[in-house]
């Protein structure tokens, strides 16, 4: 999953719960930029169950934050970048 940064601190979310509650190691939460990226989540619902409580928060799919899911092979690196909101 991939939150905003300004988006995850307005919502007031903290680190240490979402560790908790998803069990994520040290690399499967990072903070790079503008961008919080969290997982992979090993759950099979976890993605439904953070997506959820995104939106209860009042954070917005596609605005505030975006799954990234997939399997790729281990040759395969993904990098991505946040930027500011351009309105």
Request: charged share 25%; proline share 3%; net charge negative.
């Amino acid at each position: 999953m991939l939150i905003r940064k300004a988006a995850f601190e307005r919502a007031g979310l903290a680190r240490a719960a979402i560790d908790a509650q998803f069990g994520l190691t040290p690399d499967e939460f990072r903070v790079e930029g503008e961008l919080v990226a969290v997982g992979p989540l090993h759950a099979d619902d976890a993605i439904v169950e953070l997506t959820e409580q995104l939106e209860s928060l009042g954070l917005v799919y596609f605005d505030d934050f975006v799954e990234l899911s997939g399997n790729w092979p281990a040759w395969l690196g993904v990098w991505v970048a946040g930027r500011s909101r351009m309105d």
